[in-house]
């Protein structure tokens, strides 16, 4: 898909209260879509001051966040998923932008699939090598949706709150220019510390990972 092929709309607006388990609170205009071109239900969370971001000022702050249940609803501490979401909005709210929750789970290959390929991790292989023992690619997420989505909104410059370099080649590919890169924090623990390994390792994730001891 070019910029230029399909167009979505926004389908509907609407304000949503957010709070986080640690008491974090704030606000939420939240855009759902039609035309997306791969058809799922993805949501574009408008943050801060995103009009005025959106409108002149600074580029809006925008993370591409692909949802993962496991993560960001039940807590696990496999991925960081849950912690950048998290930290995201917050961000997000302190500069004015969008968070895209992105119906993209286990890098594109579905929930069930995905606690496959967690079976295949505590047999042994990283969770890219995982997804290539399933028959799946090593990340299948494809943002043409999210640039539809940033398209509608207005956002058609951005600084992109992420540390995966993929994101921002496939946004920039499809007509809308990453402005600047800003890495999330580093969300490291002894659950999480291969998975944060292999994304250095295979997709040159930009993690500030500390040496080994």
């Known amino acids: 898909m070019t910029s230029t092929e399909l167009k979505a709309t926004v389908r509907t607006q609407v304000t949503v209260p957010l709070e986080f388990p640690d008491g974090y609170a704030t606000t939420a205009e939240v855009f759902t879509f039609t035309g997306l071109v791969d058809g799922l239900e993805h ?4 943050l801060g001051d995103w009009r005025t971001a959106v409108a ?25 998923c849950g912690p950048q979401l998290r930290e995201a909005v917050e ?41 290539l023992a399933l028959g799946r690619g090593e990340d299948e997420r494809d943002y043409s ?12 410059r951005i600084r992109l709150l992420s540390n995966n370099p993929d994101k921002a080649l496939q ?10 890169r800003v890495p999330t924090g580093v969300h490291l623990t002894a659950a999480n510390a291969a998975y944060l390994s292999a994304k250095v390792a ?3 994730h930009t993690i500030d990972l500390p040496l080994a001891g």
């Open 91 to 131: 961000r997000i709210a302190g500069e004015g932008g969008f968070l895209l929750y992105l119906r993209q789970e286990g890098r594109g290959i579905g929930l069930y699939a995905k606690l496959d390929a967690y079976a295949l991790q505590d047999a042994g292989l990283d969770t890219y090598e995982a997804n």
């Open 43 to 46: 949501l574009a969370l408008g």
């Open 171 to 180: 946004l920039d590919a499809l007509g809308v220019r990453v402005a600047g």
């Open 202 to 204: 295979h997709t040159h």
């Open 56 to 80: 002149g000022g600074d580029a809006p702050l925008v993370r591409p966040h692909s949802e993962c249940l496991t993560g960001d609803v039940f807590g696990s501490q496999r991925c960081d």
């Open 145 to 156: 949706a999210a640039a539809q989505m940033l398209h509608a909104l207005g956002a058609d």
